[in-house]
Antibody, heavy 118, light 112 residues
Framework: EVQLVESGGGLVQPGRSLKLSCAAS????????MAWVRQAPKKGLEWVAT????????YYPDSVKGRFTISRDNAKSSLYLQMNSLKSEDTATYYC???????????WGQGTLVTVSS | DIMMTQSPLSVAVTPGESASISCRSS???????????LSWYLQRPEKSPQLLIY???NLASGVSGRFSGSGSGTDFTLKISRVETEDVGIYYC?????????FGSGTKLEIK
């Protein structure tokens, strides 16, 4: 059974940092691009970051570029999101997702809530 | 950025009836390799999104045959036949042609 389990969410003050983790199992993690997708409360889905299978290539939207860093450890089947200089608009549930080589989100985690507030 | 426009914002359907959701992109999603990178997802209440359809019309494993996708270029449709109560949720289209990946704003399906 495929599982993606996110952790690391919580309450953080504006301007501070937080690191999210995603533990993968049930599929060959190293064969999949991986991504983070977020959902602000009562809002739609927003893509946050993607990383290639080896980790050599990363992609971000302008809204988080320069503040967020996606990384992975294939030996541990784990995905990470380092979030710096957090803003109130980063408040959201963050989902870890696996992307097939043919480009769709095949797997989703259950999400972890990040609240940025003073 | 490619803008994805979904309509309607919400739809209420009687069980057993059909529903259609439209998704339009601001740019053709047809790649030079001949593949169109458009997929559909359902997010049931309080749940994570799940894949329904990939590359316009391919049904994901385990998804009911009552779901079907069609379209080309910039115009796509998700059809749900014989709607059931378990189909309640928000439906999203997303384009994978280029970064930034962009989602439609979602269509909420409710049961009458």
């Amino acid at each position: 059974e495929v599982q993606l389990v996110e952790s690391g969410g919580g309450l953080v003050q504006p301007g501070r940092s937080l690191k999210l983790s995603c533990a993968a199992s049930g599929f060959t993690f190293s064969n999949y691009y991986m991504a983070w997708v977020r959902q602000a409360p009562k809002k739609g889905l927003e893509w946050v970051a993607t990383i290639s299978t080896s980790g050599s290539r990363t992609y971000y939207p302008d809204s988080v570029k320069g503040r967020f860093t996606i990384s992975r450890d294939n030996a541990k089947s784990s995905l990470y999101l380092q979030m710096n200089s957090l803003k109130s608009e980063d408040t959201a549930t963050y989902y870890c997702a696996g992307i097939t080589t043919a480009n769709w989100f095949a797997y989703w985690g259950q999400g972890t809530l990040v609240t940025v507030s003073s | 950025d490619i803008m994805m426009t979904q309509s309607p914002l919400s739809v209420a359907v009687t069980p057993g009836e059909s529903a259609s959701i439209s998704c339009r992109s601001s740019k053709s999603l047809l790649h030079s390799n001949g593949i169109t990178y458009l997929s559909w997802y359902l997010q049931r209440p309080e749940k994570s999104p799940q894949l329904l359809i990939y590359q316009i019309s391919n049904l994901a494993s385990g998804v009911s045959g009552r779901f079907s996708g069609s379209g080309s270029g910039t115009d796509f449709t998700l059809k749900i036949s014989r709607v059931e109560t378990e189909d309640v949720g928000i439906y999203y289209c997303v384009q994978f042609l280029e970064v930034p990946l962009t989602f439609g704003s979602g269509t909420k399906l409710e049961i009458k």
